[in-house]
């Protein structure tokens, strides 16, 4: 599992962000977002977490099309289903789907999401804007070519439900 967390105040040098890319058919609504993970360096819980849709932007995340921030989900043990408060609507395209648990840790230690050897599409994405682990990408880039985080699983294992409108 690999890092994706919003840390409290006193570590924000450390707060990083990881997504993966899908390719919508059709008009795709998303309403729940389910991401297999597991706490390390504690136990967690997370009390809350971040989604984020982005446009594809010549293989990395691109513009913001959509957050739902601070959305209380069932974590089973770290692996979490995100129920989205407001609908994802997404029509055909490339994009990423980020999900970064709110986690302090002082009290709960790190989240990371769940890895997978195989690659569809591009290679999973991560930047850390602050700086704190010591990569080259305070702005995303390929996590595990680029910014030497889990180079042998470069991409991420997550489902989408909702309904599609092709």
């Known amino acids: 599992s690999y890092t994706s967390q919003n840390f409290e105040t006193a570590y924000d040098v450390y707060d990083n962000q990881a997504a993966d890319d899908f ?3 059709g008009t795709w609504t ?3 977002v389910e991401t297999p993970g597991a706490y390390f360096n504690g136990t967690g819980p ?3 977490v971040n989604v984020w849709f982005y446009d594809d932007a010549g293989g990395l995340p691109g513009t913001e099309v959509y957050a739902a921030l601070n959305v209380v989900a069932v974590d089973v043990a770290g692996s979490f289903t995100i129920t989205l408060p407001t609908a994802a609507v997404l029509p055909a395209g490339h994009y990423w789907v ?3 648990p709110n986690l302090d840790f002082t009290v709960g230690g790190q989240w990371g ?3 997978r050897t195989v690659v569809s599409n591009n290679p999973s994405a991560w930047r850390n804007p602050g700086g704190g682990f010591g990569t080259p990408c305070t702005n995303w880039g390929v996590r595990g070519a680029t910014c030497g985080i889990g180079p042998t699983e470069p ?3 997550f489902r989408l439900q909702g309904t599609t409108q092709d």
């Open 23 to 25: 390719v919508a058919t």
């Open 30 to 32: 998303v309403t729940t």
């Open 46 to 48: 997370a009390a809350s």
């Open 98 to 100: 980020s999900v970064q």
């Open 113 to 115: 999401w769940t890895g």
């Open 155 to 157: 991409d991420f294992v």
